[in-house]
């Protein structure tokens, strides 16, 4: 699956905080400057990020999985709570 999400914070912010929410729980595989991946039991996520539209960070977040698999509910996590670095009023729901 592959999952986008437009946002303000940037890139740099994007990439430290994948390290931190996929890092606790799985496995760094790749780092590049705008690109990271991870692995472990649950399968393999690939976080990128790029500029769009001068004022955007780009965020593409894709797994090797199925629709609701485990990991793709880490993946929509993650974006969540970079929405939340943007909007901190905003409230973090949903089970996944």
Do not use: N, W
């Not at 993650?78 to 996944?96: I, M, N, Q």
């Amino acid at each position: 699956m592959r999952y986008f999400h437009r946002t303000s914070v940037s890139p740099d912010t994007v990439m430290a905080e994948a390290e931190r929410f996929f890092g606790t729980t799985l496995s760094r595989t790749q780092r590049e400057s705008r690109k990271i991946g991870f692995t472990g039991t649950v399968g393999t996520v690939t976080v990128s990020v790029g500029m769009e539209g001068g004022h955007y960070t780009r965020i593409t977040v894709q797994t090797d999985q199925v629709g609701e698999s485990e990991l793709d509910k880490l993946a929509k996590r993650f974006l969540g709570v970079v929405h939340t670095k943007a909007e901190p009023e905003h409230a973090l729901r949903g089970s996944y």
